[in-house]
């Protein structure tokens, strides 16, 4: 069964630091892996998806790379502000069975002003 | 172009007693997925239909948890009876089906806003 892990589980810096996000997950087999951001209240809103076959996204200050031997994945957050404080979960999509995500339990960030 | 709708968003309730929840996905998804998130943790599948049939229900709790789409469009979740333990934020999500011809097809899912579930 495929597992999905984030570290750290929160994460606090001053504003305008770059940071990083890790996966990892324990099955290769996955067709891709999602970045995904939850405010409180919220639902989710998909920041990236990489396919089996990449080695990275990017979209704007967001840069998401994908090592799917390793089963690992970083997401790097350039010149963090304030409004990127949320809980960053990273999914899975496995190769067995249709379509089914499979999640991390997500990393807290907070962006001190 | 209108996303995924949940009601209620917020929901108390008392232990054993029942509660139902209403997603309606994004027009033409004909792929719908219901996750539970408790606190602290990522969301977890309980069920996926492919219009109106059921794709995958098997961590769904089927003593007490049932859920039905029967017009293959709106979707409800019921629990009856509730537990402390289904304390949680239920999300609803839908997709586009596309058949999966090659490892790479996307099949997005959009999510909408959950609804908290507080058990007492």
């Known amino acids: 069964k495929q597992e999905v892990t984030q570290i750290p589980a929160a994460l606090s810096v001053p504003e305008g630091e770059n940071l990083v996000l890790n996966c990892s997950f324990t099955?290769?087999?996955?067709?891709?892996l999602q970045w995904f951001r939850q405010d409180p209240g919220k639902g989710l809103t998909s920041l990236l998806l990489?396919?089996?076959?990449?080695r990275e996204q990017t979209s704007g200050r967001l840069n998401a790379s994908l090592d799917k031997s390793s089963g690992r994945s970083t997401l790097y957050i350039a010149a963090s502000q304030p409004g990127d404080s949320a809980t960053y979960l990273c999914a899975v999509r496995s190769q067995t069975g249709a379509n089914n995500l499979f999640f991390g339990t997500g990393t807290r960030l907070t962006v001190i002003p | 172009e209108a996303g995924v709708a949940q009601s209620p968003r917020y929901k108390i309730i008392e232990k054993r007693q029942s509660v139902a929840f209403w997603c309606n996905p994004i027009s033409g998804h004909a792929t719908l997925y219901w996750y539970q998130q408790i606190l602290g943790q990522g969301p977890k599948l309980l069920i996926q239909?492919?219009?109106?049939?059921?794709?995958?229900d098997s961590q769904l709790p089927k003593d007490r948890f049932s859920a039905e789409r029967l017009k293959g469009v709106d979707s409800t979740l019921k629990i009856q009876p509730a537990k402390l333990e289904d304390s949680a934020v239920y999300l609803c999500?839908?997709?586009?089906?596309?058949?999966?011809?090659?490892?790479?097809?996307?099949?997005?899912?959009?999510f909408g806003p959950g609804t908290r579930l507080t058990v007492l």
């Open positions: 239909f492919q219009n109106n049939g059921v794709v995958d």
């Open positions: 099955d290769s087999a996955i067709y891709n």
């Open positions: 999500a839908s997709s586009i089906f596309k058949r999966v011809i090659a490892p790479t097809m996307p099949n997005e899912q959009f």
């Open positions: 990489i396919q089996s076959s990449q």
